[in-house]
């Protein structure tokens, strides 16, 4: 059984800091891209940001580059979002979903994701 457990939510004040980590099981996750989305209150869930299978390549959403770092550990199968810079506007329900193993590299693309965790919240106080 696959499973995608995200974990670090929680609350920040505006300009902090969190890491959200992702925790696979049940899949080879070197061969899968891994990527961050979030779902803001009454809006629809949108990219953040990805890597690929082999970490050669990154995708972030122009509203966090620069203040969002995705990174991956296939020896812990693990996928991470540090989360620096932070605004009231990043408040969201954070997934981490893993792309493959066949998959192209189209990060933005929902449909191209075959797992998902359950998600993380994260709030920024003004």
């Known amino acids: 059984q696959v499973q995608l457990v995200e974990s670090g939510g929680g609350l920040a004040q505006a300009g902090g800091s969190l890491t959200l980590s992702c925790s696979a099981s049940?899949?080879?996750?070197?061969?899968?891209?891994g990527g961050w989305f979030r779902q803001a209150p009454g809006k629809e869930r949108e990219f953040v940001a990805a890597?690929?299978?082999?970490?050669?390549?990154?995708r972030y959403a122009d509203s966090v580059k620069g203040r969002f770092t995705i990174s991956r550990d296939n020896a812990k199968n693990t996928v991470s979002l540090q989360m620096n810079s932070l605004k009231p506007e990043d408040t969201a329900v954070y997934y981490c979903?893993?792309?493959?193993?066949?998959?192209?590299?189209?990060?933005?693309?929902?449909?191209?994701?075959?797992?998902w965790g359950q998600g993380t919240q994260v709030t920024v106080s003004s």
């Open positions: 979903a893993a792309s493959g193993p066949f998959s192209r590299w189209q990060p933005e693309e929902q449909y191209e994701y075959d797992y």
């Open positions: 049940g899949l080879t996750f070197m061969s899968y891209h």
């Open positions: 890597m690929t299978r082999s970490s050669s390549a990154t």
